[in-house]
């Protein structure tokens, strides 16, 4: 079975505008999660949604915001980039919003602010 | 808040040596603990866990024990290997409503031939 699918990749935006980060969770999860990791620190939560509804929201701005659709799959927006903005996003996904249930990650989404 | 501590970095071993890396942990309630490993261009992967006090958790020769009386969550192996060389991190997750995990700043492994 396929794993967590992040795209894309890697990608290079400018301060100031947006972007869109995509994630697939394994078939059959419902319950989505963005972390923020920059260099050298470990993994920060962003975001958790399940059946889509936001379910937890970590300390971070109004300018990041996402979604979670009926597939299960998951958008994490972020306006008006900052150079602070550039790490590796990781997006998590398990079975259910649930607290016991183990997440799996996916390999990241490289950006870079310029 | 909650917040997970680990030693400073980077560790370097050689092959067949003993390791230990340590993480203390800052929670209300009995958050469940975690040792994820992100090997190079990879993505975070689930190394072991524990979900209460005094549990052993165990994957792939590591060991970690849950003590509640220290607040620690120690990783060890007794003989690492050059495979083993990766970014390490401790994480917990709070009892709740959310699936929510606070990491630590994770520690770089390096294993000599």
């Known amino acids: 079975d396929a794993g967590v699918t992040q795209s894309p990749t890697h990608l290079i935006k400018t301060r100031g505008q947006h972007v869109t980060l995509r994630c697939s969770p394994i078939s059959g999860h419902k319950s989505v999660s963005w972390y923020q990791q920059v260099l050298g620190q470990g993994p920060q939560f962003i975001f958790q949604?399940?059946?889509?509804?936001?379910?937890g929201r970590g300390n971070f701005p109004d300018r990041f915001s996402a979604r979670q659709f009926p597939n299960y799959s998951s958008e994490l927006n972020v306006n008006a980039l900052l150079l602070g903005d550039s790490a590796l996003y990781l997006c998590?996904?398990?079975?259910?919003?649930?607290?016991?249930?183990?997440?799996?990650f996916g390999p990241g989404t490289r950006l870079t602010v310029t | 808040g909650d917040s997970v501590t680990q030693m400073e970095g980077p560790v370097t071993l050689s092959e067949e040596a003993f390791l230990t890396i340590n993480c203390t942990y800052t929670?209300?309630?009995?958050?469940?603990l975690f040792w994820y490993v992100q090997y190079p261009g990879e993505g975070l992967q689930l190394l072991l866990k524990?979900?209460?006090?005094?549990d052993k958790g165990s994957n792939k020769g590591f060991e970690a024990t849950y003590r509640k009386e220290t607040t620690s969550f120690h990783l060890e192996k007794g003989s690492v290997q050059v495979s083993d060389s990766a970014v390490y991190f401790c994480a917990l997750r709070a009892t709740g409503a959310n699936s929510k995990l606070t990491f630590g700043k994770g520690i770089t492994l390096s294993v000599r031939p």
């Open positions: 998590a996904s398990s079975l259910s919003g649930a607290d016991y249930y183990e997440q799996y």
């Open positions: 949604y399940y059946e889509k509804e936001e379910r």
């Open positions: 929670a209300t309630g009995y958050p469940s």
């Open positions: 524990a979900t209460k006090a005094d």
